[in-house]
Each structure stands twice: as structure tokens, then as C-alpha cells.
């Protein structure tokens, strides 16, 4: 388990088509691809059979970002409404680096953030994922307060007080100098930016795993679940990225495999989506897609073992 997983206070509470397997409410989807427009991965989602489902607001890999029109934005809302499918997460593009010392990727990644913030307002999109980035030249500490400060710039005079949005802070795999490694890192973030956006947890099964928390073992899923109380706090966490690990307990490898078909086994699935602590959540799939039909491949898997 992380050193001081148990650190910071509890952070506090923050104010379709579906298979006959589970309960309509459960909310499982995956990541599906934007390609030909917002609207269509919505209306792609009931196909593989999600009713949630994450996207990118432009490309991840880009500084540049696309535009959200307002047509699309209509689109967008009119297919949800329609479908179902809700609630809609954004992940953050993989440039922004929130607590860089670099005041030049710094300075593009609240500009590029802002962006985002303001894609997911327009979208309607209840939560946009973001991981706080790496303090490399920096001590902990320092980083911290930088990535609070960098996202209370990015969001500053946007309208969001009267939408259902929030920015999720990721837990990470735990790498060196990586933001966000624990539990108690996450709630920290959390507490700092609290005054100033609408802040909640989302929590990544590969990144928890190979970050050193237990959550295969029984024993070692109740004292992970006891760290999360401590620390972030069950309401908090709006969203899991469901992911089977390649690598070991430990190991600080982000490499995402099916579910049930990795280090973390389908065991594990089967307990988190059976845990009523996490009944508000949506559970999301960033599962390799290797070969077509591997999105459904995914949801199917989660949806069974949701219902076993």
C-alpha cells in the first residue's frame, strides 16, 4: 500500500437500451470514439450496449482543439435525451500538465483546460476527468498547490454554478513525480480546489492496482475501501475506470487489459459493481480495442458480472 494513504481528512460530500441482465440503473459504459461527431459516439453507446459513456472533446494529443459548434452541442443533448445515456464524461487531453515547472507547458495546459471546461459546459457533460499532472523539479507539496492554482485559472468567470458539472481528479499509477499516486493525494487536491469548482474523484482499477492497494484479495479490498473512506470518501467518487491490469500489484505500469483477463481478475469487478458504497457511481471502460466488437466485448463482461 502507498506510504501515508491514510494521510489527509475525509474529503467532503460534493452537492437506453439495456441488457436484461442488470438493473436498468446500473451505468457501465466504455470510451468510445468521437469520430464523426459527439452525437454519434452517444448514439453508438446502447449499440455496444452502454448507457454511459467517456469520450475526448478534441484530439488527446493536440495542443490545437476543435470547436464545439452550436448544432453539435444540440445534437449532442437531443441524442442523450433520446437514448438515455448519461451521465456523459470527458477525459482530459494526455498534453495537459497541470503542476509542470516548465511556466511555458504550464501556461498551455490551463489555456488548453480551460478549453475543455469550456467543451463539456457546451456538451452538457456532467463530469471531465483530468490527471493532475507530473511536479519533476518540485517537491510534492509544490505541486500540489500549483495544479490547485492552475485549475482554479482555468475555470475562473466560466458559468458552471448551475449545471450538474464537475472536474474529477484521477488517482494515477503512481510513477515518480506523478500527482495524484495515492488515495490521500487525490483528497488533498480535492480539499484545496474545493472553494473554488466543483470537484469529485474518479477512481482508475489498473491505476489503484499497480499503484500498490490491494484490491484483489478480500482482506485487501476491505482496507482498500477503508483507505478511500479516510481519505477521498465513497460519495466522492463519481466515476471508476474499469480496468484489468498487464502488470503486477505494485508495479507502477499503466497497461490496461481485458476485463477478467489480467493481473486483477474478474473477481474483483464482480465485487466493486456489487458494492452499494458505489451505487451512485458509472462505471467506465478504458479496455484495449484490438480487434472490432471489443468495446461490447468489455460492457458485456462488466454487465454479467454485475449481475452474478
Not at 452550436?70 to 482530459?92: F, K
Not at 511555458?104 to 456538451?123: D, H, P, Q, T
Not at 517537491?139 to 450538474?164: C, F, M, V, Y
Request: glycine share 10%; net charge negative.
Amino acid at each position: 500500500m502507498p506510504k501515508g494513504a491514510a494521510g489527509p481528512p475525509k474529503a467532503k460530500k460534493s452537492n437506453t437500451a439495456t441488457p436484461a441482465v442488470i438493473p436498468p440503473r446500473k451505468l457501465i459504459g466504455v470510451h468510445l470514439s468521437t469520430t464523426g461527431g459527439v452525437a454519434g459516439a452517444v448514439r453508438r453507446a446502447p449499440e455496444v450496449g452502454a448507457n454511459t459513456l467517456q469520450i475526448f472533446s478534441s484530439s488527446p494529443r493536440m495542443w490545437r482543439a476543435s470547436r464545439i459548434t452550436p448544432d453539435q452541442a444540440s445534437a449532442t443533448r437531443a441524442a442523450r435525451e433520446e437514448l438515455g445515456v448519461g451521465p456523459l464524461v470527458i477525459h482530459t487531453s494526455y498534453l495537459v500538465n497541470l503542476c509542470s515547472q516548465s511556466e511555458e507547458v504550464c501556461g498551455k495546459s490551463v489555456e488548453a483546460f480551460r478549453g475543455e471546461i469550456e467543451r463539456a459546459l457546451a456538451l452538457g457533460a456532467e463530469y471531465l476527468v483530468v490527471h493532475p499532472g507530473s511536479y519533476r523539479g518540485m517537491t510534492r507539496k509544490q505541486g500540489l498547490e500549483l495544479a490547485a492554482k492552475s485549475i482554479q485559472n482555468a475555470i475562473d468567470g466560466l458559468p458552471w454554478q448551475q449545471t450538474p458539472f464537475h472536474i474529477l481528479i484521477e488517482n494515477t499509477a503512481g510513477s515518480e513525480h506523478s500527482l495524484g499516486g495515492s488515495f490521500d493525494q487525490v483528497a488533498e487536491l480535492i480539499e484545496h480546489l474545493r472553494p473554488y469548482a466543483p470537484v469529485a474523484a474518479c477512481l482508475d482499477t489498473c491505476h489503484t492496482h499497480v499503484s500498490g492497494y490491494d484490491i484483489v484479495s478480500e482482506a485487501g479490498w476491505i482496507e482498500t475501501m477503508a483507505q478511500i473512506e479516510r481519505t477521498v470518501g465513497f460519495e466522492t467518487v463519481r466515476v471508476w475506470h474499469c480496468n484489468d491490469a498487464k502488470a503486477p500489484l505494485g508495479s507502477k505500469l499503466d497497461r490496461h487489459e481485458h476485463i477478467g483477463e489480467g493481473t486483477i481478475g474478474a473477481e474483483t469487478f464482480r465485487r466493486l459493481l456489487h458494492d452499494e458504497r458505489f451505487a451512485h457511481a458509472a462505471f467506465i471502460a478504458e479496455t484495449p480495442v484490438d480487434e472490432p466488437g471489443d468495446e461490447m466485448r468489455n460492457i458485456m463482461a462488466l454487465r454479467v458480472l454485475s449481475a452474478g
